[in-house]
């Protein structure tokens, strides 16, 4: 099946520096990227779709300029979280589907932790 | 709210018994996917099914779909030890590719 990394898979940053996560399909294009996040025991919240080329398009109540999201390739999507702080930290997934998939199917990269001191 | 409601939000049984999750929504959809992860990692993707589909199969895992009912239950079958995780729903509607996750029943089998 299709694979789709993440990098780094954790990460621990002090309050008020920037972290930047890579979202990366290995063998396919991805032309949408999606961005979820996961408090512990919770589920998955939508933060923002990506669409290679354009800009994203977020989730009500998710902030863009503190969530920067780039889509530069159609293999990588990045997710940068500014001036983060504690409350940030959580389990940051990325998935992406691409080709011509019609029925939604989607592949998640393995996550990445977050943790602001 | 948008969002599939699971239940049980918990569930233990013993290895060799069956476990049903069910899903439900309020919105229309255009499929019904299920997905499981292990504590700390990644979604691993176990089946979808559309919405013009009742049921499907795969392996010990048995997926039904109700529309009428707006409602999904997962089966998994003789369940094992390494069937432990949290089981999630997500639908998908429209065109956008987004996903909508549940709450999530997390499982526990015994040895």
């Known amino acids: 099946g299709a694979v789709v990394s993440q990098h780094p898979s954790w990460v621990i940053c002090k309050s008020g520096t920037s972290v930047k996560i890579e979202c990366r399909s290995l063998d396919f294009q991805a032309t949408t990227m999606f961005w979820y996040r996961q408090f512990p025991k919770q589920s998955l919240m939508l933060m923002a779709t990506?669409?290679?080329?354009?800009?994203?398009?977020?989730e009500q109540g998710v902030e863009k300029d503190k969530f920067l999201i780039n889509h530069a390739s159609l293999t990588l999507s990045t997710l940068t979280v500014t001036s983060a702080h504690p409350e940030d930290s959580s389990f940051y997934i990325c998935?992406?589907?691409?080709?011509?998939?019609?029925?939604?199917?989607?592949?998640f990269g393995p996550g990445t932790r977050l943790t602001v001191l | 709210s948008q969002q599939g409601e699971e239940d049980p939000q918990a569930l233990s049984i013993q290895e060799g018994e069956n476990a049903t999750m069910n899903c439900s929504y309020k919105t229309s959809i255009n499929n019904l996917q299920w997905y499981r992860q292990n504590s700390g990692r990644g979604l691993v993707h176990l089946i979808l099914i559309r919405s013009n589909e009742r049921e499907k199969h795969s392996g010990r895992l048995r997926v039904t779909l109700d529309t009428s009912k707006k409602s999904s239950s997962l089966l998994i079958t003789a369940s094992r030890a390494a069937d432990t995780a949290s089981y999630f729903c997500a639908l998908g509607s429209g065109n956008t590719g987004k996903l909508i996750f549940g709450q999530g029943t997390t499982l526990q089998v015994k040895p």
């Open positions: 990506s669409n290679e080329g354009s800009k994203a398009t977020y």
């Open positions: 998935s992406a589907r691409g080709g011509t998939v019609i029925f939604n199917e989607q592949f």
